[in-house]
């Protein structure tokens, strides 16, 4: 406990108001409260893929990589599969080798997706309805394109070849779930599933904001209030999303 | 809140208020991406995995994490104290997945090697 005297007598040097930059009153980050906290809610969101990446780099490096080339791979549960012979199929294209077609797809459908989400907040800056209404239900239209294609994918992925892989006791898997993986070490599945599936969920809660934001807008919200800065806030949500595809993609679909 | 009036002028010289759309900085972060995108696939197809080729990878993916933060999330046209607040957890979110990785690995290696 301060002694109360000692207090005063020491106050005598904060008479005069301070009004340096991070004295209170203004913004010394130029950007609003909410904006801030978005970002850091998406620095913390980071931290929860760091871990799964983390989770990804170490599981995989405590099983055996392929060495052999592509033409000769084999599923089996010994070692690591290789992305290419996974993920090669294509809808409406059943039984052909289509290496990583589709995903480049879903790739290019979310970093589109997040141009689109730019274009809004840029209209939006410019307090054009039309405009920021007009790409909203752009991007929401390849997010929910998006979000189909993962669909599509995990059905695949969990339904399996027509072959399967014969394992060691003489039975045979088809498809992967959380406990049996006919492309390699059950954990390859497992870790399939959590990560796509939370980066999934991701794509989901950016459709339900961005659903929220192409009404408000609509009723014109945003307008009366004078700014658009809400689009923005979902704006740097969307594109984190697009962010943690990039990562995702790579270590899980090209490494 | 509900008369909240945004203090900072959004018209930094970057945005025409009621003009024209200012789209050129947005389709050259697309243009790269997408190009970065497409060398990353024909690496896949034409050089064999390696060690090598995933330092590639993932250096091209930071490129591509560049564009997206700094023009798409607009964080290039921040304050600097805003830019840093951001760079310094991830730079050392990076060194902590590399650290985490390497450690468990070797740590893995010793208990699993042992009887071997």
Known sequence: MANPTTTLQNSASYEAPRSGTWDGGNEPFKASYGKLMMWFFLLSDAFTFAAFLTTYGMVRHRHLAYTGTAEAFKFSQAYWPIPEKVFNSFPGLHGMDIPLAFVALMTMILIVSSVTMVLAVEAGHRMDKDDVQKWLLWTLLFGAMFLGCQAWEWTHFITGSEHGLKMADGSTVFGANLQVNEYGPVLFA????????????????????????????????????????????????????????????TFFYLI | ????????????????????????????????????????????????????????????????????????????????????????????????????ITEGSAVGEAIFSAYK
């Open chain 2, 1 to 100: 809140m509900a008369h909240h009036a945004p203090e900072h002028d959004y018209n930094d010289g970057t945005h025409a208020v009621h003009g024209k759309a200012n789209v050129k900085p947005i389709l050259r972060a697309l243009a790269w991406i997408v190009g970065i995108t497409a060398f990353e696939f024909l690496l896949a197809f034409t050089m064999p995995s390696s060690t090598l080729r995933n330092s590639i990878f993932i250096i091209l993916t930071i490129f591509k994490a560049f564009f997206i933060v700094a023009e798409f999330m607009h964080l290039r046209h921040e304050t600097k104290g805003l830019i840093w607040s951001i760079m310094v957890p991830m730079a050392l979110l990076v060194w902590l997945l590399v650290a985490l």
């Open chain 1, 190 to 249: 497992d870790l399939f599933f959590f990560i796509t599936g939370f980066h999934g969920t991701h794509v989901f809660s950016g459709l339900c904001l961005l659903t929220y934001a192409f009404i408000a807008t609509t009723n014109g919200t945003f307008h009366k209030r004078g700014h658009y800065e809400m689009i923005e806030k979902i704006g740097l949500y969307w594109h984190f999303v697009d962010l943690v595809w990039v990562f995702v993609f």
